[in-house]
């Protein structure tokens, strides 16, 4: 028996998709887990010939009674993804567990349509790994019946960061996203709490943003660290706020690894871990951030930032990556549970 996983390849996908895929391979890897590479391409341009073909080239060293860990999602086409799932089937005495990163159905209001057809390809995996409870109840709510469902918790962020220091006391919040995608950026006033923004400058900016260009994930995290305050994980769009309840935002793990504490909001599927870990502030508005930021004293913000750096070095050596998919083989191996699901909250 050997243990696959799948990892994303391809210019047209999304940047922290690529990243968070090629992340969890390589702490795979370390595992002695073998990568299948998958690309993101116009799957509707293959024949069936074709299609298969690229399937074959992807199983090229799977066999039958082998184990695929199957990274989604690709960002091709459902067909794609349901098409992998029934090579994985074909081979006789196989397994498929299915990490689910993201569900893009519940991503975006124009591809809700979709969730059926996602909740479909979900059971049919013998171990189904979601980032949230809130994310596993929401499925259940919508037909999701597989038995054997691990909770991710929390992203890793591999980081050997070569000389470590304490992220400097400012108010301040970091942020990592696209103000046109997240449009209380240019709504931010409070310039006694600035944002430290990580994309383009405008024509016309707003006083109250600090504009750092965009950076590799190489040079992010030293440049977070050296700029101190706080790290941002927000969503104002009315969808987009929802689909953080489900989710496990990648920006949260890379603040954390950074040594920044955190601000998020409440309803957020990670503020309890942010709470009872002592993470960061918990808060119902931008307002109540900007507040409490301008309120915090530096000794409270230090007895923070050690808070994280302790939790933080999880992250930085892959521990809840590592954790979720040795459990997931574990689970894969047991009889059926006898109550109706099984959840493992990995990030308790």
């Known amino acids: 028996m050997k243990v696959h996983i799948t990892n994303l390849y391809g210019q047209s996908a999304d940047s922290t998709a690529l990243i968070a895929q090629n992340m969890v391979a390589k702490i795979a890897q370390q595992l002695g887990i073998s990568e299948a590479g998958i690309y993101n391409y116009p799957v509707k341009s293959d024949t069936a010939g074709e299609l298969t073909k690229r399937l074959d080239g992807i199983f090229a060293s799977f066999a039958q009674g082998d184990i695929m860990i199957f990274q989604t999602p690709t ?3 459902l067909e794609f993804d349901q098409a992998l799932i029934n090579h994985v089937k074909a081979y006789r005495d196989s397994k498929l567990i299915i990490f689910v990163h993201d569900v893009i159905a ?3 209001e124009t591809n809700r349509y979709l969730l ?3 909740i479909a390809a979900y059971n049919q995996a013998d171990v189904l790994i979601l980032p949230s409870e809130n994310m596993r109840r929401v499925l259940v709510k919508h037909g ?4 054997k469902v691990l909770i991710q ?7 050997d960061c070569p000389q470590w220091f304490k992220p400097p006391f400012k108010r301040q919040l970091s942020f990592i996203g696209n103000p046109q995608k997240f449009s209380f950026i240019n709504d931010w006033s409070t310039a006694a709490v600035p944002i430290r923004l990580y994309a383009a400058q405008p024509a016309v900016s707003n006083p109250a943003i600090t504009y750092a260009k965009p950076l590799p994930d190489v040079a992010l995290l030293p440049d977070l660290q050296q700029n101190g305050g706080f790290g941002l994980v927000w969503g104002t769009d009315r969808y987009w706020h929802e689909y953080m309840m489900y989710s496990t935002s990648f920006k949260l793990g890379t603040y954390l690894a950074a040594g920044l504490p955190v601000v998020v909001d409440a309803s957020n599927a990670n503020a309890d871990l942010v709470r009872q870990n002592h993470l960061g502030l918990v808060v119902v508005s931008l307002d109540e951030a900007a507040h409490q930021i301008q309120t915090l004293s530096a000794a409270e913000y230090q007895e923070l930032c ?3 750096d302790q939790f933080a070095e999880l992250l930085r050596q892959g521990y809840f990556t590592k954790h979720v998919l040795i459990d997931a083989n574990f689970l894969l191996l047991q009889a059926p549970p006898t109550s109706q699901l099984y959840a493992l909250q990995t990030s308790q």
């Open 153 to 159: 918790g929390v992203w890793d962020h591999l980081y």
């Open 116 to 118: 059926p057809k996602l």
């Open 106 to 108: 519940l991503m975006f």
């Open 144 to 147: 999701l019946q597989v038995k």
């Open 75 to 77: 960002w091709n086409d």
């Open 306 to 308: 050690a808070s994280v």
